[in-house]
């Protein structure tokens, strides 16, 4: 059932991917049309001119859903960012396995649309990957009841998963973009140096243009997240 699931998601992305290419094709003629005749913008019943996106924001959706497509085929957990709808989202096979809303600062509200523009990298193929994760503090003895739900989630025996709460933790990825999260619980410093060191380099990172976001999350969440944020796990942003 989970891989009829995982092929119905992958043939969903395909066809959305073929209709965009479409929608490509069809654009760029018009465009092409309305060069050779030197036709006047089209215009609605109250003659304003009608907004169309361009021929490139819809090549670079159908490369945005060719990426994604990659991963879901790759049959490994990845990462949706959509910072437009405020959520965190982690599929598999194309198929959302969880997801979780973010709350982020008030002064990262107001920049929202400078991260969406600067984390929208088509060099990068819209595919950032996890460098590292730092845990800044936690707490001990997580329930085996919340260990069941985690283990569920990611499909992996609650024993293999670490018993500490997560209190905050950030991810740091390939390009230097760093999500911290932080969570209800109160925990212990896991290392007073490294948190101040590491949280220096962070204000130095942001003078320089390194996108950084703070949100928080909940505890059986911050679980969740915080275990399968290993090195190389791709992150891509929706839109």
Do not use: C
């Not at 092929?7 to 929608?23: F, G």
Request: no cysteine; charged share 25%.
């Amino acid at each position: 059932m989970q891989n009829l699931s995982s092929s119905a998601n992958r043939l969903l992305v395909s066809i959305a991917a073929v209709s965009i290419l479409t929608l490509l094709t069809i654009s760029i003629s018009e465009i092409t049309a309305a060069q050779t005749t030197q036709k006047k913008p089209k215009t609605s019943k109250s003659n304003e001119p009608v907004s169309t996106r361009s021929a490139e924001d819809i090549r670079k959706d159908a490369d945005r859903l060719q990426a994604e497509l990659t991963l879901a085929d790759s049959e490994k957990p990845y990462l949706v960012l959509d910072l437009i709808r405020r959520m965190l989202v982690i599929k598999l096979g194309g198929a959302v396995v969880w997801n979780h809303p973010l709350t982020l600062k008030e002064d990262d509200e107001k920049k929202l649309g400078d991260f969406i523009r600067s984390l929208d990298n088509p060099e990068q193929h819209y595919v950032r990957r996890i460098k590292e994760k730092h845990l800044f503090s936690g707490k001990d003895q997580t329930p085996d009841s919340v260990l069941s739900i985690v283990g569920e989630a990611l499909k992996i025996d609650k024993a293999l998963i670490q018993r500490e709460i997560p209190e905050r933790f950030q991810i740091e990825f390939d390009d230097g973009f760093v999500m911290e999260f932080r969570s209800d619980v109160k925990g212990t410093e896991t290392s007073k140096f490294k948190n101040t060191v590491l949280s220096v380099k962070n204000v130095f990172n942001q003078l320089f243009g390194e996108v950084f976001l703070v949100t928080t999350i909940d505890s059986t969440a911050s679980i969740t997240l915080y275990r399968m944020a290993e090195p190389g796990v791709p992150l891509i942003l929706a839109h």
